[in-house]
């Protein structure tokens, strides 16, 4: 084989290893028994890195939405808000292992997309296989958006969403409402959280409550700009940034 040249393994491997790094981790657990234990876990694997450990869901939950993790570790009962209440508040795209000493639970873990279902007492042999399925989830969804794809949390599911064929995103309270042809997505964040995860320039936030997608433009001016029969305000304070940006779109 030429040396230059490369194999599909070989570029495969490549991509793989670009796309892996260390998971940013969270534990939540009111027993201080299980979570040592937990933290010793998760410290000794060289693919994790334990950022916070809670005891408590909702001090977790104050901090987790404002500064986005990997990988959260959560045990289901707690006292004053459980392991589901706190996954229905919860804001951020993380992925999560539910930890529980009751079986029963382990369906409705999934309901909520759980990466696995961890059974008290588990083994290190059982842990291992649970970060595998998270690093291999973490690594595909790295992949994939690359080609502009975006995982989001709509109706307690991860759903992936391909953020060229957005129209609009705007406000909704707590949540944002994402408008694309097929379907519109209803995720709980804020906007300027979302538009950070956007990541493409071609995405503005022209108001308070709407973001649009500037190749969706169909017509605008100095009030509003239409997009499929919709009109959207403009701010004032936008109004030259997206005639300049408008005249710049291929």
């Not at 804001?91 to 029963?104: G, L, R, T």
């Not at 307690?156 to 995103?169: A, D, G």
């Not at 169909?218 to 997206?242: A, G, M, V």
Request: hydrophobic content about 40%; proline content about 3%.
């Amino acid at each position: 084989m030429n040396p230059n040249t490369f194999s599909p393994v070989h570029i495969k491997r490549t991509i793989n290893n670009y796309y892996m790094r260390t998971l940013k981790c969270v534990i939540v657990e009111d027993s201080n028994v299980h979570r040592i234990l937990l933290e010793r876990l998760v410290e000794k694997n060289v693919q994790l890195q334990l950022y916070r450990s809670f005891n408590s869901g909702s001090e977790a939950l104050s901090v987790i939405n404002k500064l986005p993790v990997d990988l959260i570790f959560l045990d289901i009962e707690m006292p004053i808000m459980n392991g589901f209440e706190f996954l229905r508040k919860l804001k951020v795209s993380a992925q999560v292992i539910i930890i529980s000493q009751n079986p029963k639970y382990a369906l409705e873990a999934f309901d909520y997309n759980a990466t696995d279902f961890l059974l008290k007492p588990y083994s290190k042999n059982r842990f291992d296989i649970a970060i595998g399925k998270a690093i291999e989830k973490f690594r595909k969804r790295s992949l994939s958006n690359t080609d502009g794809k975006l995982m989001v949390k709509h109706n307690l599911k991860q759903v992936e969403l391909n953020i060229h064929t957005i129209h609009w995103v705007e406000a909704l309270g707590d949540y944002v409402k994402v408008i694309t042809p097929e379907k519109n997505y209803v995720i709980l964040s804020t906007m300027s959280a979302f538009h950070e995860r956007l990541k493409d320039d071609k995405f503005v936030r022209i108001h308070k409550s709407f973001i649009i997608n500037l190749n969706m433009v169909e017509r605008y001016n100095h009030e509003f700009i239409e997009i499929k029969d919709k009109k959207i305000p403009i701010s004032r304070t936008k109004n030259l940034e997206l005639d300049k940006l408008l005249n710049c779109v291929d």
